[in-house]
């Protein structure tokens, strides 16, 4: 059985769950509701989805000469550090979407690490 809590619009009582509609007022339980997790979610997949790109864009266009290359090594490992799930370990509401983060952040990172190999092998 499902946990119940108050309808913050009419005080009736609803169940918790995501998704829930309240039938006096039409309130629907979302995702965020009533916490302060939204603002630190969306900073988190902002910095998913764009800093591998930035840090993509970096190393591609770091490889005019050693120094600007190893500015780019460090803007990356700096992005990688801050965009880590570890860092948003609270905000997680599920498993699945624990692991899937986590998962994404470990593809598009190592993908970086092994184009930085490549490019330190191949020589600047």
């Not at 309808?7 to 302060?36: H, K, Q």
């Not at 969306?42 to 591998?52: I, M």
């Not at 899937?100 to 598009?108: H, K, R």
């Amino acid at each position: 059985m499902s946990s119940t809590m108050n309808c913050p619009d009419c005080e009736a009582e609803i169940l918790s769950r995501m998704g829930t509609i309240c039938p006096n007022c039409g309130f629907t339980v979302g995702y965020f509701n009533g916490t302060t997790k939204r603002k630190k979610y969306g900073k988190f997949f902002a910095l998913t989805v764009f800093a591998p790109f930035f840090s993509f864009l970096t190393i591609l266009f770091g490889q005019v000469n050693i120094y600007s290359f190893l500015i780019a090594i460090a803007i990356f490992f700096y992005l990688a550090i801050k965009a880590c799930p570890y860092n948003f370990k609270d905000i997680f509401v599920s498993k699945f979407e624990k692991i899937f983060f986590w998962i994404v952040w470990g593809f598009t990172n190592g993908f970086l690490l092994v184009l930085i190999i490549n490019i330190l092998k191949k020589g600047i």
